[in-house]
């Protein structure tokens, strides 16, 4: 038994229940040095009151003895938590005692005399279910704070498809001036601002409800009190497995000081002020106010710093001496392509306000992430004379979202290797998938969006086995027609387990889980597509999930010779793979092994 499965072992703890000393001694020796601690009882009422007090993770017992059985105990057992796992031990085997455990929920039976090795492979198979179940809780529980603090710090609303507020959180209520009565069951219109034109909310709604895609921009709004705010707004429709649109949910960040600012910056741009000092002061005015919250710097119009405020030298790490007369890009991060910088300074030239996010790299080599605006400053002949700028550094809202994407992979991954788990694969089968998954979507030709949600959703390909009795699931050698019935039914499990998800990772999970065991002939199952009529995400993690099972193996096979897996593919070219997805298999095959030997069993 391989080292890495008994290691499940030694984080649970196990009630024993025997009241044959002899017996009980044997797996006693045996257990404790297992598992993390081992609580006995020699009769069922003693064994309660230790499960009582300890609630251990398994319970393992005998049937006959002396005050309370087996089978009594299990009763009082279940009727305080329906999950433990009770393994009961007998030398009989009646068919009452089968439907009495039947009734109580016994998990698993195991006859006398003991087999060591078959107590052990149960406990391990209930063990590394726990972990799993544990450290899915921990990570949701992780996952939820997270959520938490974005609906802390962002304004968040939802909307049906006639544009009527079905949800706002606290910060959208607040800064919106309205009561949450009044907002819920309201048009969205309530807070627009009358300056807006009609025009960007048609373009917007043809966006998000049309083409049914995702809309990003600021927006100009309007309080119940008659105030102007302004928000950076993300406005994402909501799919359907099908592809229908279920609601609107809108995330939003306040940016009233950086649009206001920008607002007096252009009035003033459009003065003619013939009084030198007048233009002076005012400046100063004004430079003051932008210095107190905002990152600012000012170019000239080669691309050049000739100011730069505090704030810019206390995130850039660089002196004023070294920034002053540099490029408007040393603070470049590498991942951000020189050509935006060059794209920006040429709309700023033109006469254009720029404006979006950068990611910039310090002089100590610190990331950090703002949004910023290009404007640019014309003389009173509107002739651009220099560029100025300002930033808000979002630094930690990146991180946030960094940090909930990276949860969120490792809470699917974890869910993919529960099903694994119970077949007794490996966590690194998914992992595999995974990987090969993404490197046949880029070669595809999908999009960079598509091959990342094709990498993390493809772990949960077999969730559906959480569903397959353990007698079929890991059974040796072939299974008959009607197991093989059973079976097949993994892939429905699985999309029914996730189809109502609203996530779009979990979405495309629960088409993943459907469609990867159709075939490009039509001879696959459930639903016996062919062709293109099966998702490209299926038929993308096929190849993935053949090629790594055919290497591995199995409860029911041996692994595969190498030479053998490569016949197999070049004989179910355009039978159960699609002929593309074969070619380039074949055409990068060396990328393929590569991820194989990284991730190894």
């Known amino acids: 038994m391989a080292y890495k499965d008994m290691d499940y072992l030694k984080y649970i703890t196990v009630l024993y229940v025997e009241d044959d000393l002899e017996i009980q001694d044997e797996i006693v020796k045996l257990l404790s040095r297992l598992v993390k601690e081992i609580f006995v009882a020699n ?55 089968f439907i009495n455990a039947i009734e109580i929920g016994i998990s698993r039976f195991i006859l006398k005399p003991l087999n060591m090795k078959d107590l052990i492979t149960v406990l391990i198979e209930f063990s590394s279910n726990l972990i799993n179940k544990k450290d899915n809780e921990k990570l949701t529980n992780v996952l939820e704070q997270y959520k938490s603090i974005v609906d802390e710090t962002s304004l968040v609303s939802k ?24 907002l819920l069951g309201a048009n969205h219109n309530i807070i627009r601002h009358p300056d807006s034109p009609n025009e960007l909310f048609k373009f917007i709604w043809n966006t998000i409800k049309i083409k049914k895609q995702a809309w990003e921009g600021i927006l100009k709004n309007r309080n119940k009190n008659g105030e102007t705010y302004y928000v950076k707004s993300f406005i994402k429709p909501i799919l359907d497995v099908d592809g229908n649109i279920i609601e609107f949910i809108a995330i939003r960040n306040d940016i009233t000081s950086v ?21 002076l002061n005012n400046l100063e005015q004004y430079e003051q106010i932008m210095n107190i919250n905002n990152i600012v710097s000012k170019y000239d119009l080669d691309g050049n710093i000739t100011y730069v405020n505090d704030k810019f030298i206390e995130i850039s790490d660089y002196s004023k001496n070294e920034l002053m007369g540099s490029p408007l890009n040393i603070t470049r991060h590498e991942d951000t392509p020189s050509s935006v910088y060059d794209e920006l300074f040429e709309t700023v030239l033109n006469g254009n306000i720029w404006k979006g996010t950068l990611k910039n790299k310090s002089k100590s080599g610190k990331t950090y992430h703002v ?9 009173k002949n509107n002739n651009v004379i220099e560029v100025f700028s300002i930033r808000n550094d979002i630094t930690s809202i990146v991180k946030l979202h960094e940090e909930l994407e990276s949860t969120q992979r490792e809470i699917i991954y974890r869910m993919g290797e529960i099903g694994e788990t119970r077949s007794r694969e490996t966590g690194n089968h998914v992992k595999r998938v995974a990987f090969y998954s993404k490197l046949l979507a880029k070669y595809y030709g999908l999009s960079k969006e598509d091959c990342n949600t094709l990498f993390i959703a493809s772990p949960m390909h077999d969730i559906g086995k959480v569903g397959i009795p353990d007698e079929v699931l890991n059974k040796p050698g072939k299974l008959t027609a009607n197991e093989w019935d059973i079976m097949r039914t993994h892939s429905q499990i699985g999309y029914n387990i996730l189809k109502s998800s609203k996530r779009e990772i979990l979405k495309s999970a629960a088409i993943i889980s459907l469609h990867h065991h159709e075939k490009w002939d039509g001879k696959g199952y459930p639903r016996g597509l062919s062709g293109e009529d099966i ?18 193996d199995r409860c029911y096979k041996k ?14 070219r355009g039978k159960h793979f699609e002929p593309k997805l074969v070619d380039i298999f074949f055409e990068h095959l060396d990328e393929f092994l590569k991820i194989r030997d990284k991730f190894q069993d």
Do not use: C
């Open 159 to 182: 909307t049906d498809l006639r544009g009527i507020i079905t949800y706002v959180n606290k910060p959208f209520i607040e800064i919106s001036g309205y009561t949450k009565e009044e």
């Open 259 to 279: 649009e206001k600012t920008r607002e007096i910056l252009q009035k003033q741009s459009s003065y003619k002020i013939s009084n030198l000092s007048e233009a």
């Open 43 to 97: 009769n069922g009422q003693d064994g309660f009151e230790l499960y009582q007090k300890h609630n251990p993770d398994i319970v393992v017992s005998d049937i006959t003895m002396p005050i309370l059985n087996g089978i009594e105990m299990s009763k009082l057992i279940r009727k305080e938590n329906q999950n433990v796992p009770i393994v009961i031990t007998s030398a009989h085997n009646s068919s009452e005692f």
């Open 371 to 379: 949004n910023v605006i290009f404007s640019p400053i014309f003389d």
């Open 535 to 552: 998702h490209v995400f299926g038929r993308i993690t096929a190849v993935a999930d053949v090629f790594d099972a055919l290497g591995s």
């Open 559 to 572: 692994a595969w010779e190498f030479d053998k897996i490569i016949e197999f593919f070049h004989a179910q």
